[in-house]
């Protein structure tokens, strides 16, 4: 009963939004503010809105998206559906107010919430222990981010004497507030979007269900810190060592991302690093400074939204129907081509979304990345060295995206000819590798609401390429396409040799992961430990101490209370000498 | 005579008298003792009256009450005793103890 | 309006004296409902005053102008009195009867009166295993005047006397209807609490002496007018001492010893007022005292105060790290929480202040929920060590742990939530603080303190996986015959519709608090 | 040669008080016929009217000014052996209110019945008239006497149960006390070869003046006499008599010692100090701050552990005399004289419930016979508990926080800041200590609760010692007001 009437205000939300998306769509941009006191001479806290087409844009990605992921999940989720559908709505709603918001503190708000719902949403499933530390992770590192943010806005806010995000850039600031300022905020985003150095926690939030996944962990939140970035554009530009380390963290974590993408062997987790150096390409766009480079990472923003929440929808089915995504289960039905008969709107549409994710010609990636290429181009021509990095590492991401997508879509999907090592490949890793062969019979598509979502989206991977006019660079297009070919010959030639190498290295994704509970989280509890022993042993020693002094003191005095009348005249007479030569001490 | 010996003899009882309160176990002795720090001060009264010599000798006045008190407190002080003996058969100023607290309960 | 304030006063400790006098054996039920209606009334009252307060004619709130643009300034913590008693007590002390509110204490009231009204009706069903409730109830009314008075005294020796009230009353509380489990724990923590908080109260009044010997008053107003100038020597002493009293009470790290246990130990609505309400004491003698009364001093030792509390805050936050029971974590992230509030006010700065202020207001909201939420897992598994009480209490109290979880949430700070405007204020006002402060040291504990922000999400993260998550497989699932009952619901409910309202409206408070 | 003059109404209270006596004693001796009951009662009246008439003419008296035994000095004002001034009132107020209490707590059914009633109520008259001149008096001489008038009838009222206990108790005060007699004459002596004159007053303004040679010997001698009266009033390290002798002595008397002699020892220290022998500034001062210092740490340090009600009390009292001696040692004898107001009430109280536990419980010395009161004898509970309270100086005992307060007040003025922290210290000190026993009142009966049916006096002594300290904790104006 509250899950339905949950699920309905969940889907009435969305579409509600996408609703205000298109009334809002070419009207003039306008700022309202609401609240809003003073705190001290220069802080004026207020609630501001304002519409314009970023707006409008972001909007829309987030009603469809959120629209699609509420109805698959009627189909996909049928225990704590209450919790998870409210869950998912309060996130959309604070999308919203990121999106809308003209003030750094409701927009910190939005933030922050769509945060606690990703770390609530990551832990639906608390039973399991990756759930949870998953969670854990995801909320603790963004949180991390998230103050860097706060002292930005600080920063930037007092330095501006404004915390109204339309009126930042306005009045002169010294430089040196504005790079600190810049570079606060943009910890915040690199938490928020899983850039390295705190890219890790996303790889790891994927335990949580695949709606979830796709709405927050690869079409929204996370392109939050792109979207953020793109608000705050006049005033990054006039940062330029902040762009420059912009640009060097989206190329390291391109090339980083993709590589760990490239070596993982579970759907989900593929296109959690997918999406990690997909962001990364966005970011690479913005950090070109030019307004073709904005507005190229806002297009890859939108159809990447597009072909990678159809992704991980579809990694939701397969994970609903056969049970799970890792590779070495699905082989054991696709050996005979199960998969791929019994599964064929999934089939089609991952299949397109691999496409536009790989950037096949035609589909939208294609575009949207060759758009990214195209401003890193032209960056670069006018001699510029950002341009330079940009343009090389975002067409090798091109063709190490191609490699691991074709991977994926081949050995997930297509039986191998050479079928001695064909499960071989993955069973290193596999607890119950040798089971005989599941029953591939009960094997079968899900229902059409799960399946609606997919065919919406697909059609977004395919059209979203031509919504802003067809505009094509022909050589671009040709070096991008002879990298990903380049990329997918090696993929294809492994697959037919039923090999799939996988370097240590990449698999335990450079080690960074443990690095960190080398460094930060063991010292974290040895210190926890210490202060609860500081605080028994030390402090409470004192008091504790203090407390037996008084009692041997009150023991002694009694001592000295022997009965004997002499002794007390003794210790009188005693006290008089006493007394005499210390008041005379102190006189004299 | 100058003023000094009788001051220094007084002294001299005082001390003697100090010593003997402390030393001696037997009441009885004690209160003699006090009588020879009475004394003292009795000595040292006449010794200062003399020397300045003021109207009305109050040093003599005051040395008068002196032995009065002491004969007061001597009485009272012989009348304890005397109890002390009926209650404990001793005069023994130290080994009168029964009013030791007893441990009991210590901690409840 | 005096007589209102007055009456908020003499009410409840009438009442406790009336409970007294019931017969021992009857009125326990009686007691609880007698309880509930005047605290209810004090409820009301305050209320009252409030709306008094706030209304156009005061002059001491610029509601309307904030409408209409930035409202006039006034000097933090200094008084601008309303709803007076001035009247002559001990003239021989210089001592004066002389009560009044304004902005500053008016809501710290409000939250006293709220909170000891969810105590007495969580009574009403809820009571200790030790029984007695009426001597309960009698003893939460006292400490409700002990604690409006403080909050409401403008003379510093009648400060110091409600100052004192509180501490019998919550001793015997802790005393008796501690832990049941743990006798001679309780007892320790009560009396260790009791004598710490007496010692740094008997310091704070040699500062107060002190304070009169410079200035020849004790009268808040007038000593708001002409204050203690001179940040050395006597002034400085001065200083040192009131603060130092204070610190117990606040506490500040390194005196904070006593306040794990007698949290701990303590019964539930005793944990409530302790955290909720009491702690606040220190807070708001700092802001109301110190600030306006010794500002050269203040001045002079504010680096230090902050440095403790930055010290507070991690310290808290790293033994909540460690803790194995649910109550001592709480009662620890209390200690980070209100090192928060003590840097808020060292800064000095409005925004600090403000910060601390409405940190004040939201930690006693969000704790006594904690608080109640933990009584009510510890009433229901006997014990509040989390090993003991398992994993997975989804699976078996999902209610009460969904609203833990809310709880922890709020409390670590989460933005759209009470707990986050305060530090959020706090750490901007540590970004400036006031003019005469060393900046650099403020950005540094800054820093720190923002560390400190993700460490108390940690170990709220922590706790919620340790105890709410989990594999319920391998706790098998006792059977509870109530998740939250009518009762604890009815009590909670305020609390989590408050932290919702402050989180999402700030402005209605932070316009009170206009200082420059 | 000098003509003195009198005025009589000054010295009207210690006579009225020594007829008082004089008439008690001959009832006694020629009281043949009638009860033992009605003889007890008719002593009973004439003692307390006695008491309560002296009380009223104090009262009728507040700031006047009349003294006795003058003779017009040599240079400077008249010099007086008796002064009746407002301090004096102050003091006479709270010694006679005291010994009005004790009055009270040995009427009838009361007073233990082995203690012979005539000489008791003589002695306690006597001392109260030694109390009363010890009060008023301005020269070394009646200082001496009129201390001795004290003492010796209290070692009397100690030993007059007659039995092992009493005795020892009474050797015990009755040694120390001589030795401090004994101490305090050898000092006045030297006091009086230095300054020549026995008059406070006249020492006073001699003593700046003497020559250098002199000043370590005039110190010494005010020394030996502030000892001598550190002994009186059993500050540490001339306390070792005090808890044997109260435990040892009948309950009620350990009250007149705890109440009326330690006011009269206080009183005279007070009038000593201020007037003449430790004039402000002089290093004695300093003297009597340290002994203040020890005597209150000792004092509540000891009582921590005690088990025994009476000798708590007892600790408790020195701890007492402590915070008296700080505001003593600065020289504020209003402060003083409410601290000592608030104490002796609490204490006659505090006594008057003790006496009624150990005389209804056999063997009911320790604290644990107290358990559960507050429940099982509410009235008698709570009334402990309120006292307890006063005399750890918390709500709701204002008049003791408000007395301590003035302690601090006076202390902190005269910048002894050391002094105050120890007392801060002490605050708590003394506090834990109350609380031990206010825990028993708390705690459930674990076995037979103490539930009897009170005596009416007591009930009556009880009830007035409350209500006059809860008058006191409303208006503490009042006891500020007792010494002008």
Known sequence: MIATAWRVVGVGFSLLVILAAGLLYGVDPQQTAFGGSFVGNDVFITYDLRTDDLTVLLLAVVGVVSACVQLYSIGYLNERVASYTALVTLFTLSMVTVVVSDSLFLLLIGWELMGACSYLLIGHYWERRDARSGAMKAFLMTRLGDVGFLFGIFVLGLGYDTFKISELGDSPISPGALTTGTLLILVGVIGKSAQVPLQTWLPDAMPGPSPVSALIHAATMVAAGVFLIARLYDVFLAAETTLTVLAVVACVTMLFAAFCAMAAVEVKRVLAWSTVSQLAIMFAGLSLGTDDGRHAALFHLLTHAAFKGLLFLCAGVLLHQVGSAAFVVLRRYTRRGALRKRMPVTFVTMTIGLAALAGVPGFAGFFSKDSVVEAAWHHARDGSTVGWIVLVSVCLTAALTAFYCVRLWLWVFFRTPALAGALGAFEDDDPMADLEEPDSSKLHEGSWLMLAPLIVLALGAVGLGYADGLHLNWAIALATTVLAVFGALPAYSLWRRGADPRPVVLEREFGVDPAYQRVLVVPVEWLARLTVGGDRDVIGAYVRATGRAGVLASAGFRKLQTGNVQTYLTAAVVGVVALAILAGVIGS | MPLIIPLLLAVALFCIGVYGVLARRNAITMLMSFELMLNAVNLNLIAFDAWHVDGLATGQTLAVFVITIAAAEIGLGLAIVLLLFRGHGHVDADAARDLLEQERGAEQ | MSLLLIALLAVPALTAAVLWALPAGTGDRVAAIVGSVVSGGVLVGSAVLWWDLVRPHCPCTYRLESFLGPPPRTLPGKIYAYAETDISWIPELDVRFHLGIDTISMPLIALTALLVFLCCLYSLRITPRAGRTRSLIALLLIIETGVIGTFSALDLVLFFLFFEVVLIPMWLVIDIWGDEHDRAGRRRAATTFVLMTVLGSAVMLLGFLLVHRQAGTFDLEVLGENPVAGGHGIALVAAVLIAVGLAVKMPLWPLHIWLPDAHAKAPTVGSVLLAGVLLKLGSYGMIRILLPVLPDATATIAPYLAGFSTVAIIAGSLACLAQTDVKRLIAYSSVGHMGFIGLGIATMSPEGLAGALYANIAHGIITGLLFFLAGGIKDRHDTSDLRTIGRALYARLPRLSGLLTFACLASLGLPGLAGFWGEMLILLGAYHPGDSLPRTTFLVLMVIAGLGAVLTAAYFLRLIRQLCQGDPADNPATAFAVDVSRIELITWAPLIVLTVLLGLWPFTLLDYWTFS | ?484
Request: glycine content about 10%; some cysteine.
């Open chain 4, 1 to 484: 040669m000098t003509i003195t003059w009198t005025d009589w109404q000054a010295t009207a209270v210690p006579l009225l008080l020594a007829l008082g006596a004089v008439a008690v004693l001959l009832i006694d001796g020629f009281w043949r016929t009638g009860t033992k009951q009605l003889k007890h009662t008719v002593i009973t009246l004439i003692t307390g009217g006695v008491i309560l008439f002296g009380l009223v003419f104090v009262m009728s008296q507040r700031d006047a000014f009349k003294p006795a035994f003058c003779r017009t000095a040599v240079e400077g004002p008249a010099e007086c052996s008796l002064v009746l001034e407002p301090l004096t009132i102050g003091l006479w107020a709270v010694l006679l209110i005291g010994g009005l209490g004790v009055v009270g707590l040995s009427a009838y059914r009361l007073l233990s019945a082995d203690i012979p009633v005539g000489e008791y109520h003589f002695l306690l008259l006597s001392a109260l008239v030694g109390a009363t001149v010890l009060a008023g008096a301005r020269d070394l001489a009646t200082v001496v006497i009129a201390l001795e008038v004290v003492s010796l009838p209290s070692f009397a009222m100690v030993a007059l149960r007659r039995d092992r206990r009493g005795s020892e108790a009474a050797l015990k005060a009755f040694l120390v006390s001589v030795l401090s007699t004994a101490v305090m004459l050898f000092g006045i002596s030297y006091l009086y070869g230095v300054t020549g004159s026995l008059y406070l007053q006249t020492i006073a303004t001699r003593m700046p003046g003497i020559d250098p040679d002199l000043r370590r010997v005039a110190f010494a001698a005010g020394l030996f006499v502030i000892v001598g009266f550190g002994f009186k009033i059993a500050a540490v390290p001339f306390h070792g008599w005090l808890p044997d002798t109260y435990s040892g002595a009948p309950v009620e008397v350990t009250a007149f010692l705890a109440v009326v002699s330690k006011s009269a020892g206080v009183a005279g220290l007070l009038v000593l100090v201020t007037f003449g022998v430790a004039p402000s500034g002089s290093d004695l001062r300093i003297v009597v701050a340290i002994l203040a210092a020890v005597t209150m740490t000792v004092g509540n340090l000891a009582a921590l552990r005690q088990v025994e009600a009476v000798r708590l009390l007892a600790w408790s009292s020195i701890g007492q005399v402590g915070f008296l001696l700080a505001p003593l040692a600065v020289g504020d004898a209003q402060a003083v004289v409410a601290y000592l107001a608030a104490y002796v009430v609490v204490t006659l109280g505090a006594f008057g419930a003790v006496a009624v536990v150990q005389r209804h419980r056999p063997g009911g010395l320790f604290l644990s016979d107290y358990r559960g009161m507050v429940r099982s004898e509410p009235g008698l509970g709570v009334a402990l508990v309120f006292f307890l309270m006063v005399l750890a100086g918390l709500p709701p005992g204002l008049a003791g926080l408000f007395t301590k307060f003035a302690a601090f007040q006076a202390v902190i003025d005269a910048h002894y800041g050391w002094l105050a922290l120890v007392m801060a210290l002490n605050v708590m000190i003394g506090l834990a200590v109350y609380l031990r026993w206010v825990a028993e009142l708390f705690r459930l009966p674990a076995d037979d609760p103490f539930s009897v049916n009170i005596e009416s006096p007591a009930v009556g002594v009880i009830s007035l010692c409350a209500g006059a300290a809860v008058v006191l904790s409303i208006l503490p104006g009042t006891l500020f007001a007792l010494a002008g």
